[in-house]
């Protein structure tokens, strides 16, 4: 394990550890205070940001976000019987296909 120099000083990673390159006197515009925007300016900014920031949410989206909230509220529903059911009957070959259900929701997905 290589040992760290203490007289070298540590590297940015490590917080609150200063080089002397990082030293206020060394590089003032670095701490320099943060102008802030006079009173003026502050309330013409204001009044444009409240014109124009208004978020307006679709129909839609509400919509989906009930029918969401619906869905998740809902309690699951546990398929694994019926699909060990089918799995045993098709590998059995006893399985039969239903052609008109199936050729009804074929068209009711199409439609």
Known sequence: MNKVDPKVGR???FPRSRTKTDAPA??????KLVQRNALARKN???SQTAVHAKVEIPSTVKDYARIKKAVDMSPDIDNSAKIAR???QIGAGSYNVN???LADKILESEF
Do not use: T
């Not at 060394?26 to 701490?31: D, E, Q, T």
């Open 11 to 13: 590297s940015g990673f």
């Open 26 to 31: 060394a590089n003032p515009l670095k701490h």
């Open 44 to 46: 013409e900014i204001d």
């Open 86 to 88: 089918l799995k045993q």
């Open 99 to 101: 052609y008109e259900k």
